[in-house]
Nanobody, 124 residues
Framework: QLELAESGGGLVQAGGSLRLSCAASGRTLSTYAMGWFRQAPGQEREFVAAISWIGRITNYGDSMKGRFTISRDNAKNTLYLQMNSLKPEDTAVYYC?????????????????WGQGTQVTVSS
């Protein structure tokens, strides 16, 4: 069974940066395409970013383009999300996700494994 554990969330001022990490255990991370989602209270879970098995291909939600960067280090079994120029509307719980199908990953029903989530709060 694949287990995912997010870290790096916290409180940051608008315009600041955070780097989220997702550590995988139980299985080799390179087996999966990976992604990040986020969910604010009372809202649906939203696609943030995706990365293919060895990192050759990436995809981002429209509001994240130019600000967020997804990356992975398969040797360390770790996924990352670098978030720059943060805005208050980025406030949400951020979830790490794994899928056997990169092209299905932007949809929540395409995810095989979820992390527990880490809170990101951006103040104005």
């Amino acid at each position: 069974q694949l287990e995912l554990a997010e870290s790096g969330g916290g409180l940051v001022q608008a315009g600041g940066s955070l780097r989220l990490s997702c550590a995988a255990s139980g299985r080799t991370l390179s087996t999966y395409a990976m992604g990040w989602f986020r969910q604010a209270p009372g809202q649906e879970r939203e696609f943030v970013a995706a990365i293919s098995w060895i990192g050759r291909i990436t995809n981002y939600g429209d509001s994240m383009k130019g600000r967020f960067t997804i990356s992975r280090d398969n040797a360390k079994n770790t996924l990352y999300l670098q978030m720059n120029s943060l805005k208050p509307e980025d406030t949400a719980v951020y979830y790490c996700a794994a899928s056997q199908d990169y092209y299905a990953l932007p949809k929540t029903n395409g995810i095989d494994y979820w992390g527990q989530g880490t809170q990101v709060t951006v103040s104005s």
